[in-house]
T-cell receptor, first 111, second 115 residues
Framework: DQQVKQNSPSLSVQEGRISILNCDYT??????FLWYKKYPAEGPTFLIS?????DKNEDGRFTVFLNKSAKHLSLHIVPSQPGDSAVYFC??????????FGKGTLLTVNP | GAVVSQHPSWVICKSGTSVKIECRSL??????MFWYRQFPKQSLMLMAT?????????EQGVEKDKFLINHASLTLSTLTVTSAHPEDSSFYIC???????????FGQGTRLTVV
C-alpha cells in the first residue's frame, strides 16, 4: 500500500511558466512533508518542507501548499527554469524523520 | 557543499562477494542515519534505520543478515551487502538528519552492480 502517491510520472512546461507538482498521501498521522529534487545517479537534494500546522511555505521560486483535509500537497515553481529539470520526490514523515517517499515526477522545463 | 558523504559512488562486484558502502556526516553528528534503495523508476524505499551504538532497525522484508549495518561512531554508518547477487543491483542512498525533525540530508548514492 503506497502511502505517498505522485500520480504524474512526468510533467513538461515552458521556461518562465509555472510548474505544479502534486502529491497525495493516505496516512493521516503524517505531520511533516518535504520535497526533494534528484538528478540521475545522485542523491536527493532537499528543496522545501512544510509542517502540518501550516498550509503554505514559500522559499524564493518554490512554494509548497498543504491541504490536510484533502491529504494533498503541491509544489509550485515560478518561474520555471531549464535548470529545474529533474525528478521531484514528495516525502512525508510522522515526527520521527523516517521518510516515506512517492515515486517521483520527472519535470522537464523547455527553453 | 555536501553535508553527507557516501562512498563509493559506484561499484561492480562478482556474485557471491561482499560490498561495503560508507556514509559519513561531514559537519555534524548523526546518532541516526537511514539507508534507502531505489530501483529504476521507483521511489526510494527505506531499508533500515542505523542507530549509533545500538542495533539497526530493519524494515519489513529486508534481510538483516544480508544487509549488515554498523554505526560505530557519530559520523559514520556502513552498509555491507553480503554474498551479493544480481538482484541486489540497485542504487543505495544514505541520509542523516542534522537535528530531530528537520530535513534529512542525503549522500550522493552508490550504484551497485552485481555481475
Amino acid at each position: 500500500d503506497q502511502q505517498v502517491k505522485q500520480n504524474s510520472p512526468s510533467l513538461s512546461v515552458q521556461e518562465g511558466r509555472i510548474s505544479i507538482l502534486n502529491c497525495d498521501y493516505t496516512n493521516s498521522m503524517f505531520d511533516y512533508f518535504l520535497w526533494y529534487k534528484k538528478y540521475p545517479a545522485e542523491g536527493p537534494t532537499f528543496l522545501i518542507s512544510i509542517s502540518s500546522i501550516k498550509d503554505k511555505n514559500e522559499d524564493g521560486r518554490f512554494t509548497v501548499f498543504l491541504n490536510k483535509s484533502a491529504k494533498h500537497l503541491s509544489l509550485h515553481i515560478v518561474p520555471s527554469q531549464p535548470g529545474d529539470s529533474a525528478v521531484y520526490f514528495c516525502a512525508a514523515s510522522v515526527s520521527n524523520y523516517k521518510l516515506t517517499f512517492g515515486k517521483g515526477t520527472l519535470l522537464t522545463v523547455n527553453p | 557543499g555536501a553535508v553527507v558523504s557516501q562512498h563509493p559512488s559506484w561499484v561492480i562486484c562478482k556474485s557471491g562477494t561482499s560490498v561495503k558502502i560508507e556514509c559519513r556526516s561531514l559537519d555534524f553528528q548523526a546518532t541516526t542515519m537511514f539507508w534507502y534503495r531505489q530501483f529504476p523508476k521507483q521511489s526510494l524505499m527505506l531499508m533500515a534505520t542505523s542507530n549509533e551504538g545500538s542495533k539497526a532497525t530493519y524494515e519489513q522484508g529486508v534481510e538483516k543478515d544480508k544487509f549488515l549495518i554498523n554505526h560505530a561512531s557519530l559520523t559514520l554508518s556502513t552498509l555491507t551487502v553480503t554474498s551479493a547477487h544480481p538482484e541486489d543491483s540497485s542504487f543505495y542512498i544514505c541520509s542523516a538528519p542534522r537535528m530531530e525533525n528537520t530535513e534529512a540530508f542525503f549522500g550522493q548514492g552508490t550504484r551497485l552492480t552485481v555481475v
